[in-house]
Each structure stands twice: as structure tokens, then as C-alpha cells.
């Protein structure tokens, strides 16, 4: 074939994938899901149970039963052999009509690195769970946000169940419940089956406020109670943001709807807390929110916690080189040129939204044109994320649309940590 043709060839086959992109049809909504307790549980039986980092070596693991029992965890590397426990503290909370039942927090360890470790609430029991603690260089997080707990949120979490993660990260909008309390239960028996294998690491978002004004004053109640991060290890006085490491990587988690001014306890925390990274032991450097400070999508443009706060703390970012930035809020998947000051940046974080897990409300399909230069790729779909961290200079980021519930990688990228790149290094704090 003559180098025109071979040319010809390659622009036919060009127009014709923009034309099979062009035609992707954007999935509707699905339906809501409530998921209900099984039938031979009784009130003693656990249930929602879920797994988090709590600091070097430990993991809390945290459940709910309706009525009284232990806060004891079982565990050994073998199953059926429970050599190790550890006991925690049970707590409750009241919404309005609703009281919710025993929420038991129990911290386990030191453990060793991954390794699988089996656990149980009460010896002889015949319900033995299991999960895996992260592993050193490769380590893979699966990221997702705006979740919820529809038929796009299981065909998600389907996917994520195959990809052999590490640790979970979801940047806010979790359950969904908007003060029916009874959702953040069928949204705990959901994710079980996953969270309760593997650490998930969360934050908050709009959706877990849940503030009445007068009737119930305090935002936050059902989402502190329930999902308790690690915050007192990493020296954060509130559970709306906190830090951890696990393998080389440096996580932290920001709360979009808390105070962030730079007379804030988040913001003087958050400096501290970057001033304590040491880029030689955690190259990594990941920061989570829930409003994207970037946005080329006509959804949630102008809001405070998205335009003030990349104001307030985006310098603090810069100067300690953060790698990635991780957002959700917008129904969207889009990624963004490494970027600072609105403008394409060498040395700023490569800003990524994906808030595209599977909520009731559907995509945010519609987005600002032309698209700017500092967004690189962008697309209304559902999905999740895998960022896998190969070592100290390497990872490789891609996205998985649900493709009519097939998991589709419709975009990777492979990017270099600022730690490794010496015209960087020179402002690293």
C-alpha cells in the first residue's frame, strides 16, 4: 500500500471512531435500591461492616447490630483461627424519629503488610469475614465518587470488585440518604460485600450534611457516626479531614464543607500536615475533595466551595507538589493537564473528577466548548477509576466507563511523581 493510501486508510478509520464516540449513547438513571437485612438475620447479627486504615500497621474495622452485643474482633491469618482480639467502643446516634442501632469501632493490629487476615464478632460463628492489607510498590486504589445506591452503583461496584484493589477512595456523596436515615443502612448492606475485604477511605459531601436548620442543627451526624476515618491519628480535629500513608503514597482527605479559609482549623491543619510529608518515604502525594476546583462541565460552576477554596488552599498544594487531585460533585468524568493558577503547569496536580459512581440523579452531560486547553479528556459517563502506583516515580492512572455494564478503559495516562522530577524539586516544602 502506497504511503497516500496507507493515509486515507488511517483518516477513514479515524472519522469513523469519532463518529462511533459521537455516537455513544449516554445511559439514563437507574433505579433507586434498597437493600434490605437478610432474612434469617436476627439482632445480633452484624451487619454494614466495613474496613479503614486507622494509622501505621491497624485497621478499624466498624459494624452495626440492633441490639447489644461485644465490641470484640477475632482475627488470625488462618481462617477458622482467631490466635489475636482486640476490643473497641460502641456508639449511637438519633435523627429526628430515627435511632440508629449499635455502631461498633474496633482497631486491630500491628498487621503485616499484604496479607490476608480472617475475622469473626463472636467465636464459634459460622460468619467469617476476610480482608487483605495493602501491599508496598505495586499498590492500586480504585477511585469513585458520588455513589449511591442504584442499578449503576452495583454495575460499578461489579467492576471494582474485579479490578484487586488495595484501598478504596471515594471523594464524597456516599449513600445518598438525604436525611431518610433508613438508606444509610441498605447503603452499609451494599457496599459490605467489598468494603468490608478491602480499607475504603472516604470523605464527605453535600449529600452527608443533612442539616435542618432548627429541627436538627448539626450537619454531619450520620456521616461522623458512621464512617469514622482516622482523623486523631494524623492530628486533625475533625473526621471532615484527615491524612494517612499507606505504601509510598500520602494521602489527604479535605472537607469541601467545612471551613477552609486560611484562618481556618482545616486549612492550619492542612498545613501542618504538608510540612510533615517526607517525599522520601511517601514520593506520593494525593489529595481528595468533593467540589472540583477545575470544571469545564456546565454543572455546579461558581459554587463557594469549589471557587474559594481552590483560592484559600491551591498555593499550599502547589508548593508541596501534590500530584493528583482527586474531586467528585460533578456527574462526569474529566481529567485535566497537570495545572495551577488556571494555566498548564509542569509542577501543579493533575486534577481529576469522578463523580460518575452511580447516583440517582444521573450524568452531568453537558459540557462548556470549546473545551479549554487545561482539560485533556472529559466524558458524561459512569464509572471508576484505577490509579495503580507502580513505585517512586510511576503510576498509571486509567478510566473505566461502564459501557452498557461492561467495564470499558476509555482512558489511561501514565504520570511521573513531582518527588522524581528535579525542575520541581527546588519549592517541595
Known amino acids: ?56 500497621d491497624k485497621i478499624r474495622i466498624s459494624w452495626i447490630t440492633d441490639d447489644d452485643t461485644p465490641p470484640t474482633v477475632y482475627y488470625g491469618t488462618s481462617s477458622g483461627k482467631y490466635d489475636r482480639s482486640a476490643n473497641g467502643t460502641i456508639s449511637s446516634y438519633e435523627y429526628l424519629t430515627y435511632t440508629s442501632g449499635e455502631i461498633h469501632d474496633v482497631v486491630i493490629g500491628p498487621l503485616d503488610p ?7 464478632f463472636a467465636l464459634g460463628s459460622t460468619h467469617e469475614y476476610t480482608f487483605k492489607t495493602p501491599a508496598k510498590f505495586p499498590i492500586k486504589f480504585v477511585v469513585s465518587g458520588d455513589l449511591g445506591q442504584t442499578g449503576w452503583t452495583t454495575s460499578t461496584l461489579e467492576h471494582i470488585s474485579q479490578s484487586n484493589y488495595d484501598v478504596l477512595l471515594l471523594p464524597g456523596d456516599l449513600s445518598y440518604a438525604d436525611m431518610l436515615q433508613t438508606l444509610w443502612d441498605s447503603f452499609g448492606r451494599l457496599v459490605e460485600p467489598l468494603a468490608s475485604q478491602r480499607p475504603w477511605m472516604v470523605t464527605q459531601g453535600n449529600h452527608e450534611v443533612e442539616k435542618i436548620p432548627v429541627i436538627h442543627s448539626t450537619p454531619f451526624t450520620a456521616y461522623n457516626a458512621r ?13 471532615l479531614y484527615y491524612s494517612f500513608e499507606v505504601s509510598g503514597v500520602h494521602v489527604i482527605m479535605l472537607g469541601s464543607y467545612t471551613d477552609f ?59 508541596a507538589r501534590v500530584d493528583v487531585v482527586f474531586a467528585g460533585h460533578v456527574h462526569a468524568y474529566e481529567r485535566f493537564n497537570r495545572v495551577y493558577n488556571q494555566e498548564v503547569d509542569d509542577c501543579g496536580p493533575v486534577h481529576i473528577t469522578i463523580g460518575d ?34 513505585n517512586a516515580s510511576y503510576a498509571l492512572w486509567s478510566w473505566h466507563r461502564n459501557d452498557d455494564d461492561e467495564s470499558v478503559k476509555s482512558d489511561s495516562v501514565w504520570i511521573r511523581s513531582l518527588a522524581s522530577n528535579p525542575s520541581c524539586n527546588k519549592l517541595v516544602i
Not at 500500500?1 to 469513523?16: D, E, H, Q, R
Request: glycine share 8%; proline share 6%; net charge negative.
Open 1 to 56: 500500500m502506497s504511503s497516500k493510501l496507507w493515509l486515507l486508510a488511517m483518516y477513514m478509520v479515524a472519522i469513523f471512531a469519532a463518529k462511533v464516540a459521537d455516537a455513544y449513547v449516554r445511559p439514563p438513571p437507574r433505579e433507586n435500591l434498597v437493600v434490605s437485612l437478610a432474612g434469617d438475620d436476627d439482632p445480633h447479627t452484624p451487619q454494614q461492616v466495613h474496613i479503614s486504615l486507622a494509622g501505621e
Open 114 to 120: 499484604s496479607t490476608v487476615y480472617h475475622y469473626c
Open 227 to 239: 464512617w469514622h476515618m482516622p482523623y486523631e491519628e494524623s492530628g486533625s480535629g475533625s473526621n
Open 261 to 319: 479559609d486560611s484562618g481556618s482549623d482545616q486549612y492550619q491543619w492542612l498545613e501542618a500536615d504538608l510540612k510533615k510529608v517526607d517525599r522520601s518515604k511517601t514520593p506520593w502525594l494525593v489529595v481528595l475533595i468533593h467540589a472540583p476546583w477545575y470544571n469545564s462541565n456546565n454543572a455546579h460552576q461558581g459554587e463557594k466551595e469549589s471557587v474559594d477554596m481552590l483560592e484559600s488552599m491551591e498555593g499550599l498544594l502547589y508548593k
Open 357 to 390: 459512581g452511580g447516583n440517582r440523579e444521573g450524568l452531568a452531560s453537558k459540557f462548556k466548548e470549546p473545551q479549554p486547553t487545561i482539560s485533556a479528556f472529559r466524558e458524561a459517563s459512569f464509572g471508576h477509576g484505577e490509579l495503580e502506583v507502580v
